[in-house]
């Protein structure tokens, strides 16, 4: 499973188009930790590629949008 189908299934949508479609025109998305084995999530600004994880303590965190090809 990747990332973005990671953040899909805990924020609970299972098509990618539906989860797009329900932040595209928020300020903020659900971002995600790209470290593996880490799963932490947050609220992200959509165009976010270097959020802070608090449980790895890096800047790891991808907006979804990011990782959606969106922006």
Request: hydrophobic content about 35%.
């Amino acid at each position: 499973m990747n990332k973005l189908e990671k953040l899909m299934e805990i924020e609970g949508f299972e098509d990618s188009l539906e989860f797009m479609g329900a932040y595209i025109t928020d300020s903020v998305s659900p971002g995600i930790c790209k470290n593996p084995g880490c799963d932490y999530t947050i609220e992200v600004e959509l165009d976010q590629t270097k959020g802070w994880c608090e449980d790895c303590n890096t800047q790891s965190v991808v907006s979804g949008m990011i990782l959606a090809g969106v922006i």
